[in-house]
Structure formats: C-alpha cells, structure tokens
C-alpha cells in the first residue's frame, strides 16, 4: 500500500498546481514545485525496490555503467525526480535551456516514458487495492520497460547538459589506441602499466586522426549535427586544421604525430623550419612547379632508351666489315 498513498499524495499536489496561477505567487508556486519533486522521488523509489524485489540481479535490469561518465555533482539522491520532471516538460514542449537541437532529438523518448509511467502507475494502483504482494505478468513486463526508457532517458538527458562520451566516441578511442600502438608510437607496456603520456597522446592523436581517418566518427566535420558537442564552438578552427593536415605528405605527417606523442606542451621546433601560412603556400605551389610532368619524364625515357640503342648498335657493330662509307674511301684511293 505504500505505493497506492505515495500516488495519490503525487495527485494531490499535481492538482493543486494545475489549478493555481503561478504568476499572482510565485512563491508558492516554488514551494508546489519542490513538494511535486519530493513526491516524484518518493514513487520512483517505491517503483525501484520493487525492481530490486522482482530482478536482484543487476544484469536482469537495465544497465547504468554510464553514470561513472557522469560528473560527481550530478548524481544525487534527488535524481530520479529531476529526471521525472525534466521528461514531463520535454514532453509539455519544453526545450533545455540552450540546447533546442537535443530536446527535440529527446522529446519523442521523454513522451513515451511519461507515457508508459502513467500506465504502469495506474496497473500498480490497482493491484495494491486487490493483493499487494502479487505481481503479475503484466505488472512485471511493466516494470522491467520502465526501467529501460527511464535509464536510456537519463542517459540522454544527462548528455544534453554535460559533455558525456558516447558510444561512438568510446569505440574510435579505442582504434586510435590500436593504431598508435601498431605505428609504434606507443607500446603495449605503456597501456599496460598506465603510463601518464598515454592520457596526453590519445587525445591529441584522437583529434588528428578523428579527421583524417574516420570522417564517420565523432568529429565529423561535414555533418555538424553528428559532431561532438565538446567541438561544435571550435567548428571553424577545426576545419582550418582538417584542410592543413590533407595537404601534409606522409613525411610531414609523419613528423607531427612524433611531436604529439612527445608529450610536450610545445615542440622544440627550430625557428627556421616554422613557415607561416603564405610560406607555407609558396612552397607547395613552387614545388608543384619543379616536379618534372609525367609527358616530361615519358620523353626523357625514351630519348634515353633511344640513345641506348644506338650506342649498343655501334658496340654491337663487327670492326673488320668495313661500313659503306669506308668502302667507298678505299675505291678511290685505289
């Protein structure tokens, strides 16, 4: 029964506040507000113990491993609640403060989850009226959706507003760790062991790479919507560096990876090898210049393969057959 009157005290003060004009008090809509949230936490863990009763394993409930991704001060007891009321404004047509693209993206989940949350309370009620301690199939398959929407609806809500690693981001750090380790610029022994350099290269390399090597990935220049959210006020910058690093050749390239992989703050690069932009454009386009056409080096080979043939001719040639025109020489002499 705790359930049924943890609801109905729900009811109460949503009715109250459904019926009260907030802007003649503001006040006490704020202390309204507080109490809804209070009665949100005390039915959604009233909703959680009864998960815990019917699936003790955690592995038969919906994983939460994400929330070690999650910033300490957001995991609260108060949570759950938050989360609760969040879903109800998204799904009113609220957006999250300077995030409209992401509440759009999480309002079709936010609508199904209140949803699903008014039916399972309505089946809960019910069944505390007839047999408390019951559970039937119905209420347990209930329980178990519930449980799903709401941890992948904290998931997204939650990275909404802080920067979280995605499942996309995670799987391309781990390729870049692999290449890393294939290219020699680090080894296994420096994964292994947890040395310091590791946590300054992955993400430098993670950054290099991410644009050249995985234009799927999460820092997909030319889809913007599928860029990282840590990256999107550095989109100008960031394709300046994508364009520098495709005209690099593999020596250069070469080159820049050795010095984010020094670890360093700064390479020690010698002033006279730094080129600004417009250096940096002069050389490539005189280099373009003096690289010899393919017609070029086409006519020089078989000028050169021509001058082989006559002078193997002439080597070739026996000395005592005398050619036509010392034939002649000697018929006059005579």
Same mark, same amino acid.
């Given at each position: ?7 109905? /005290? ?155 690693? /995605? ?71 960031? /394709? ?79 000395? /005592? ?14």
């Amino acid at each position: 029964l705790q359930f049924f009157y943890a609801d109905e /005290t729900l009811n109460d003060i949503a009715s109250e506040l459904d019926s009260f004009d907030g802007r003649r008090d503001p006040e006490r809509c704020n202390v309204l507000v507080n109490k809804l949230r209070v009665a949100q936490d005390r039915v959604l863990h009233i909703i959680s113990e009864m998960l815990v009763a019917l699936y003790p394993r955690e592995s038969d409930r919906a994983c939460r491993d994400f929330r070690v991704k999650f910033p300490d001060e957001i995991i609260h007891d108060s949570l759950p609640g938050q989360l609760w009321f969040g879903a109800e404004c998204l799904a009113a047509g609220s957006n999250i403060i300077d995030h409209e693209y992401e509440s759009d993206c999480i309002r079709p989940l936010a609508k199904e989850l209140t949803r699903h949350l008014d039916s399972l309370r309505d089946m809960l009620k019910d069944q505390s009226l007839r047999d408390p301690s019951i559970y039937t199939d119905h209420i347990k398959d209930g329980l178990l959706k519930f449980d799903h929407l709401f941890a992948e609806f904290e998931f997204r809500y939650v990275s909404a507003m802080v920067p979280v690693k /995605t499942v996309l981001e995670h799987d391309a750090q781990q390729d870049v760790l692999e290449m890393s380790i294939r290219r020699n610029l680090l080894t296994r022994d420096q994964v292994d062991y947890c040395d310091p350099i590791v946590m300054i290269v992955i993400p430098r390399l993670a950054i290099v790479w991410g644009m050249l090597h995985f234009p799927e990935g999460a820092l997909t220049i030319e889809k913007p919507e599928r860029l990282s959210q840590m990256f999107r006020p550095n989109l100008s910058l960031l /394709t300046k560096i994508r364009n520098l690093l495709r005209v690099l050749t593999k020596k250069e390239l070469a080159k820049v990876e050795s010095v984010l992989c020094s670890g360093a703050a700064s390479s020690s690069v010698d002033e006279e090898e730094v080129l600004t932009m417009k250096e940096f454009r002069d050389k490539r386009s005189e280099d373009t210049r003096e690289a010899p056409s393919p017609s070029h080096e086409r006519e020089v080979e078989i000028n050169r393969d021509e001058g082989n043939e006559s002078t193997s001719e002439e080597e070739n040639q026996d000395p /005592t057959i005398p050619s036509p025109v010392q034939a002649e020489d000697e018929e006059e002499e005579e």
